[in-house]
């Protein structure tokens, strides 16, 4: 799949720690850089907040980062692994001259400090690439209106003349899918992946985060992202003679109503079932999902959550179901763009709805 600016398919991989309760979810310490152009995902780790002093909250700082790219934006990097070292136990914000100069463009999203402590101001969610793409897709959408109210367009229904009708086609194919996508290459594409595209790097990364307690992913669609962590967690079994209890790394779920491609057309017997599809996607609403006695203490992951309060909803009930669940997986773009809602920006930000409001 093509990254532009119409999918928005640009990640951002972070991983932060609560300083406040809960519940309150007011900060957070980015502890990941950024990954632009690649999927990725941002990791919320809520702890207790009298939890400073545990070994959780001493080594957080200490793990190694896996960058989805080598050369990223303006930084050099000579591998695909950096390590973070902690110089401080607890990680400061942006100060208001980094976020001058970010705000300046003298200073690149990716040149931002890690790890630090997320506030408001925070640009997690407003990431260059979003800001542009939510304006890009917009003016697309204006296009295509243009062309779908316009007399050619009628004009070629009515005489069903298909050389007029081919021109219409393509110009609507690239302001949906993007330049030189076909729908063909979509569902190529939707088969392999899903709604948005993983990397090699990412499901190492993913194997490595949880291999020791497991994934939880609700709204898995037909499972390609299970798939591929559970292949990978199934060879490093192999491959190191494991003989402890073999389990499913990752637990998938989704209520069936809004999946990607149809069982009905995608069944078992097809090959990308058989090559990309999880089969043991389970039928699940997001909040027995998550508080089923299977899923404590395991990671959550959300890849490419539906828009509206899904997304929202499930993480708290996730936080509330169990003092064992403190991580949160997100895949998928940023404010204003297609999945969840503001308020789940909002919450992770530590800002609440009447703040929101009033701003």
């Known amino acids: 799949m093509m990254i532009n600016h119409r ?25 990941l850089t950024t990954a632009i152009g690649a999927s990725a995902a941002f ?19 200490n793990r190694s980062l896996t960058l989805c790219e080598k050369d990223l934006t303006n930084k050099s990097v000579d591998a695909t692994e950096t390590t973070i070292t902690k110089t401080a136990l607890s990680p400061k914000p942006l100060s208001r001259v980094t976020l001058l100069l970010y705000k300046l463009k003298l200073l690149p999203y990716s040149s931002l400090p890690v790890p630090r402590l997320i506030t ?31 007399k050619r367009l009628m004009m070629a229904r009515q ?8 021109p219409i086609l393509q110009e609507v194919n690239e302001l949906v899918y993007g330049k030189g996508v076909t729908p063909q290459v979509r569902e190529d ?10 990397t090699p790097d990412i499901v190492k990364y993913l194997y490595e985060l949880a291999n020791d307690r497991g994934i939880v992913e609700v709204g898995a669609g037909n499972g390609q992202w299970a798939r591929a962590i559970n292949d990978f967690h199934n060879l490093q079994r192999k491959q190191t003679n494991s003989s402890g209890k073999s ?3 990752v637990l998938a779920f989704d209520n069936m109503q809004e999946l990607p491609l149809s069982p009905k057309i995608y069944h078992q017997r097809t090959v990308p079932a058989k090559q990309y599809f999880y089969d043991k996607v389970k039928l ?70 009447d703040n929101s409001k009033k701003a």
């Open 43 to 61: 990791h919320y780790y809520c702890n207790k907040s009298n939890d400073r002093n545990s070994d959780f909250a001493k080594n957080c700082c």
């Open 7 to 31: 999918s928005l398919f640009f990640r951002h991989m972070a991983r932060s720690i609560s300083s406040q309760s809960k519940l309150q979810n007011n900060h957070a310490i980015l502890s």
């Open 247 to 249: 389990f499913d790394l």
């Open 189 to 198: 594409f939707l088969a392999q992946y899903g709604c948005v595209g993983h």
């Open 159 to 166: 005489s069903q003349d298909q050389q007029l009708m081919q």
């Open 284 to 353: 699940a609403s997001h909040i027995d999902a998550v508080t089923g006695f299977a899923s404590r203490g395991r990671v959550l992951m959300l890849v490419y959550p539906s828009p509206g309060s899904m997304a929202l909803e499930t993480v708290k009930a996730y936080i509330e179901s169990s003092d064992q669940n403190d991580t949160v997986v997100y895949v998928g773009e940023g404010k204003e763009g297609a999945n969840a809602d503001e308020e789940f920006f909002n919450y992770f930000l530590g800002k609440s709805s």
């Open 120 to 150: 408001s101001r925070d640009p997690l969610f407003s990431y260059p690439e979003i800001v542009r793409g939510v304006r890009r897709r917009q003016a697309d959408e204006v296009k295509l209106q243009t062309i779908l109210s316009s």
